[in-house]
């Protein structure tokens, strides 16, 4: 049996094989020519006190124990061309997830997806970059693998009462991802890599007889008797069902738009909202590993704070070390900010959005909208953005400190955000509440994290579709809606996750619900 130790090295020990050989050969009173080989169960950073070390869980086996390298394989799923049909509206990782438990359970899905399959979607990353120009059915948000297919790949959750964490990570590494993944406290995989990853999932689910239809948005859902029935599409086309896995994401308005009208129930649902700050990153290296210059071994750091401000929670989200920003509208005149970094996180700026916990209260002066008008208050920052930084996809942005001295920002340097920046007193942006409540914020941060509150640091506003405005009420044992049947809200969209792991276990466990009714 395997030795297995919790240990704290130095970086430069947990990253040298042979290093780290020579230390747990001591640890464990035997010579290094012992030790036949070394697993890395877990991996973590502290980062507290000045010598910053690396926290490894390991298992070593000595000479004559039975080591097998557990490579992790996609699982044996059989071909459901002939079986029953369930429809998925979305192709993010609710819905691919929910297709790959669908045809475990020997049933087929069809997901209709609105945008491109991932390369189709690169043409149009590149359209709103360069040329401002939004498809409101192909961006960053929109097309195959959803909203973090090029917007980061972070898999970190703080989701595990809602379901197997670890199944999912193993689902990713069995389609390619990186074992480390498996290992790393915060795991990542990359906008570089996911792409990849997410075509060949989508390529299992075709080989197997499940359908993915891109291009192909939904405008109608068929119900009678309070039971669907199917869904109509942009081009005319009917496609019948009695189960329909709602997962479109945190972004489709028109859904909203559609179940509103049609008196399917929705309610508000209070987000966060707020600016993404980018800061060069070896500033935050030299504020979180306390040294001028972080070295080889140490990975470029991350940050988490979050503060009590005027009542509220004010915290950073999504924090990308390494990244860039990019712009993530999903309709012409607005303008939305997100993050991304690549899997070397390599980039010289880190970026994080630093929002705000908004209330239901805050939604008032939007009332006549009723349970759209979290979604109204949210579009109105967007467009008011997109119109004071030009009415092109350039977006307001300020210095750190003159945004809380309420000091306009000139000469505003060139961030990672490649449409460009106008500068602009963000108080004009958001709210006064929430302006208030911004520039005491940063003065706290500034407290707590020295070095972080300074004019090298860019806002870029606003940061506003941190999780969905609207929640699609379900009922908590059939995962249905509560009014209609056969419909199952899930994922982002409906308000049942927040980023892609949840999502993705959250689409598994909509499959697994239609399953467990279908063989009643």
């Known amino acids: 049996m395997p030795r297995e130790l919790l240990l704290q090295v130095s970086p430069e020990i947990a990253s040298n094989e042979n290093l780290l050989k020579d230390y747990l050969s001591k640890q464990i009173k035997v010579s290094p020519n012992e030790i036949q080989h070394i697993s890395i169960l877990k991996r973590s950073i502290d980062a507290r006190q000045k010598a910053v070390k690396f926290n490894l869980k390991v298992a070593i086996y000595l000479v004559g124990e039975p080591f097998q390298e557990n490579k992790i394989l996609i699982p044996d799923y059989k071909n459901v061309s002939n079986a029953q049909e369930i429809i998925i509206v979305g192709a993010g990782p609710a819905g691919l997830f ?47 693998g959803g909203a973090g297919t090029y917007s980061d790949g972070k898999l970190y959750t703080r989701s595990k009462k809602r379901g197997d964490v ?19 406290a915060h795991p990542h995989i990359g906008t570089n890599k996911l792409p990849q990853i997410i075509q060949d999932i989508r390529e299992k689910i075709i080989e197997m007889g499940g359908k993915v239809l891109f291009e192909t948005r939904l405008t109608d859902i068929i119900v009678k008797n309070n039971e669907v ?19 479109t994401g945190h972004s489709a308005r028109d859904i909203f738009e559609l179940l509103d009208k049609k008196q399917i129930f929705i309610e508000a649902k209070a987000f966060a909202l707020g600016v993404r ?20 071994h140490l ?95 350039k977006v307001p942005a300020q210095k750190m400190v003159d945004f809380t001295q309420n000091k306009v ?7 990672s955000y490649v449409p460009g920046t106008t500068s602009v007193e963000m108080g004009q942006v958001f709210p006064g509440f929430l302006t208030q409540i911004l520039r005491e914020g940063f003065v706290e941060f500034g407290k707590s994290m020295r070095g972080f509150l300074t ?28 009014h209609i049947k056969g419909l199952y809200p899930c994922g982002e969209g409906a308000g049942y996750a927040g980023g892609i792991i949840s999502a993705a276990i959250d689409g598994e466990k909509c499959a697994l619900k239609i399953g467990e009714i279908l063989k009643r």
């Not at 475990?104 to 390369?119: A, F, N």
């Not at 869904?231 to 329909?244: H, P, Q």
């Not at 640091?457 to 044992?477: G, K, M, N, Q, W």
């Open 409 to 415: 920002s000139y000469n505003i340097p060139k961030t």
């Open 98 to 144: 929910a297709a790959l438990q669908l045809i475990e359970l020997g049933l087929k899905p069809i997901i209709i997806e609105r945008g491109k399959d991932v390369k189709g979607r690169r043409r149009d990353l590149k359209a709103i970059n360069v040329d401002h120009i939004v498809d409101e059915d192909s961006n960053y948000c929109f097309g195959e």
């Open 455 to 482: 004019n090298e640091a860019i806002l870029h506003a606003p940061e506003s579709r941190t999780s969905s405005p609207v929640r699609i009420p379900r009922d908590s044992e059939t995962l249905e809606h509560v």
């Open 277 to 296: 700050a980018e800061h060069p990153q070896s500033l935050i290296d030299s504020i979180q590993y306390s040294c001028d210059y972080r070295g080889e």
């Open 299 to 393: 990975p470029p750091s991350p940050y988490s704070i979050v503060k009590q401000v005027g009542g509220r929670g004010m915290y950073s989200f999504c924090m990308c070390p390494g990244g860039v920003i990019a712009p993530c509208a999903t309709s012409p005149g607005e303008v939305v900010t997100n993050g991304w970094s690549p899997s070397k996180r390599d980039q010289a700026t880190a970026n994080s959005g630093i929002v705000i916990e908004l209330k239901l209260e805050d939604f008032k002066p939007f009332a006549k909208f009723g349970a759209l008008a979290g979604m109204e208050f949210q579009k109105s920052i967007e467009q008011k953005a997109w119109y004071l930084a030009g009415a092109t996809q």
């Open 166 to 184: 670890t199944r999912i990570l193993e689902l990713f590494v069995a389609f390619g991802a990186s074992h480390d993944i498996l290992v790393d």
């Open 229 to 247: 029935q199917g869904i109509v599409t942009k081009n005319g086309d009917t496609i019948l069902a009695n189960k329909i896995i709602l997962a």
